[in-house]
């Protein structure tokens, strides 16, 4: 998409501090991190968000969280990470190209606010 921050995130237009990529999908750090992880990891094709998914789709959802999960093995935070997708503005979502956000290295409470 033309207008897309992450698009262009992963077309290098914009650079980011990437942590992953394969043929499906794209991962790097948030730039405003909640927790010592804080990653994002979005289709490289673009998708704004869960609510506008389809079942073609269901693929590369699944795709993204394995990508985080894999991250988070890496990392060494498989004692308790979250992995998120905030859909619609009330949730907070502040950039419609679906992105999952891999949180963790620390303690995480529940519900999150
Ligand atoms: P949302 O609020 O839409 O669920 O999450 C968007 C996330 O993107 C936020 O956590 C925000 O800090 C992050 N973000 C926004 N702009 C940029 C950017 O230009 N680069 C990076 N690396 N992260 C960004
Ligand atoms: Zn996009």
């Known amino acids: 998409m033309n207008d897309c921050l992450f698009c262009k995130i992963v077309s290098g237009e914009i650079p980011s501090n990437k ?17 010592p992880t804080h990653v994002l ?20 959802i699944g795709r993204c969280h ?10 060494k935070i498989e ?18 190209h679906l992105h999952v956000h891999l949180l963790g290295g620390r303690d995480l409470r529940w519900p999150p606010g």
């Open 66 to 75: 394995l990508t985080a999960a894999q991250i988070a093995r890496q990392r």
């Open 41 to 60: 990891v979005i289709p490289k094709k673009h998708l704004s968000g869960l609510k506008e998914a389809t079942a073609s789709d269901a693929e590369i």
């Open 79 to 96: 004692d308790g990470y979250r992995t998120v997708l905030n859909v619609g503005p009330k949730s907070g979502q502040s950039v419609f």
């Open 19 to 35: 942590i992953y990529e394969d043929e499906h999908t794209f991962a790097f750090e948030d730039i405003d991190p909640k927790a």
